[in-house]
């Protein structure tokens, strides 16, 4: 059965840290690509970044650029989204995907290229 489960969310003040896991099972994380997506009620799942394959291809938006940096960790098969400077725009529930694609630099922010999601965790960011 695939699964993906997201931990690590929390209040913190803006100008702080948070690291986010993604723990997969009934599957190789490694052959897939993992997105991390947020959103906030009353509007659409924005796409924030996506780590494309095993081999260190990631994409990020513009707005989590230089912030924000995802990862894998291949032996406990778990993607990582470690957020720094955060900001109260960032406040959202956090969700990571997968697709057995490569959805590439254009469609990597779209949430129809991937499969399979997770619970989501909420990320609250104080001014």
């Known amino acids: 059965q695939v699964q993906l489960v997201e931990s690590g969310g929390g209040l913190v003040h803006a100008g702080g840290s948070l690291r986010l896991s993604c723990a997969a099972s009934?599957?190789?994380?490694?052959?897939?690509?993992i997105g991390w997506f947020r959103q906030v009620p009353g509007r659409e799942r924005e796409g924030v970044c996506c780590?494309?394959?095993?081999?260190?291809?990631?994409y990020y938006v513009d707005s989590v650029k230089g912030r924000f940096t995802v990862s894998r960790d291949s032996a406990k098969n778990t993607i990582y989204l470690q957020m720094n400077s955060l900001k109260p725009d960032d406040t959202a529930v956090y969700y990571c995907?997968?697709?057995?694609?490569?959805?590439?630099?254009?469609?990597?922010?779209?949430?129809?290229?991937?499969?399979?999601w997770g619970q989501g965790t909420q990320v609250t960011v104080s001014s």
């Open positions: 995907a997968a697709s057995p694609f490569n959805p590439g630099l254009t469609y990597f922010h779209d949430h129809g290229a991937y499969t399979y």
């Open positions: 009934g599957f190789n994380s490694d052959d897939y690509a």
């Open positions: 780590t494309a394959d095993s081999g260190g291809t990631t």
